[in-house]
């Protein structure tokens, strides 16, 4: 399964049978005060550095996240994905709940966007799908419902599959849903990173789907974050994680690493390229 995206000028590929496509996740408010500061100044250089240290570092695709309480997203994200095009080719991950922000960031986006996201429930469906088609953008479905969470894998994935059977109706091709099986915080749950992984595999074998994750998400209030987000990577990637959003100052080497054990990179020519650019 391939899903197209693209920038001003760049194409990018998410390819279920290919490398790992890395999705920055450091355009996030949360922990980083200063982002919203700035931004609230009109001061867009420290979201522009954010991007060209993570393009730098391995991003293909930036997730760009402004909300924050008393941020005017509806404002703000169009903002911010007009200055970062501006300066930058690469596609972007527009990330709010509000379907008006992400409707105002569609209208001044230039290529093709990753609306980041979607879920089962039914408003949470019929604002977006709509937008995604109309804009032709591509969605992110994340797998919870009007139910709230479920802690059973073949629940995530029957709700997967519920989006991707609405995104099809509305007139979204399958390739352009991407979906998230719901990574969060193992410290809270003991159970939460094998939910999820079980779920990885589920989507991967029974819908053949793209999949992402907040990767970052299951180390929140523990130390050693960097093993921990390692470690649960790697066993994401085997079970079918295919565009992780993570911090690509972190965990690309961890990904080139995982693709060539993977067969995802002939002559180990994209891992020796990482470590030779960055001697
Ligand atoms: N699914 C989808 N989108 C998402 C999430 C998801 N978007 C937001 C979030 N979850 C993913 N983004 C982040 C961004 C930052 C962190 C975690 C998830 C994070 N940052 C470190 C911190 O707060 O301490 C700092 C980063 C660093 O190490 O430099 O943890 O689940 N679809």
């Known amino acids: 399964m391939k899903t197209t995206l693209r920038g001003r000028t760049r194409e990018v590929v998410i390819d279920t049978e290919g490398p790992v496509v890395i999705i920055g996740e450091n355009i996030n408010p949360t922990r980083r005060s200063r982002l919203v500061s700035t931004l609230q100044q009109g001061d867009f250089e420290y979201v522009l550095e954010l991007a060209e240290s993570q393009i730098s570092a391995g991003a293909d695709i930036l997730d760009v996240n402004v909300g924050f309480p008393g941020v005017d997203d509806v404002k703000l994200l169009p903002e911010t994905v007009m200055r970062l095009q501006d300066r930058f080719d690469i596609p972007l991950c527009l990330d709010s709940p509000n379907p008006r922000a992400i409707e105002a960031a569609l209208k001044v986006a230039a290529g093709k966007c990753l609306i980041n996201s979607v879920n089962g429930e039914e408003d949470s469906l019929n604002a977006f799908l709509p937008l995604a088609r109309d804009y032709g953008a591509a969605i992110i479905g994340l797998c919870m419902d009007d139910d709230g969470i479920t802690h059973d894998p073949e629940k995530r994935l029957a709700i997967a599959g519920k989006i991707a059977e609405r995104a099809a109706r509305t007139g979204i091709s399958e390739e352009d849903v991407i979906i998230d099986p719901l990574a969060m915080a193992v410290s809270a749950d ?90």
């Open 190 to 279: 003991p159970k939460a990173c094998l939910v999820t992984l079980e779920t990885i595999g589920l989507v991967s074998k029974k819908l053949g789907l793209n999949i992402t994750q907040g990767a970052s998400n299951i180390s929140f209030g523990l130390p050693g974050r960097e093993f921990l987000n390692s470690a649960y990577m790697v066993l994401s990637i085997y079970n079918g994680l295919s565009c992780p959003i993570a911090n690509p100052e972190k965990i690309t080497p961890i990904i080139r690493a995982a693709d060539l054990i993977l067969d995802r990179d002939d002559y180990a020519i994209r891992f020796v390229e990482y470590f030779q650019s960055r001697q």
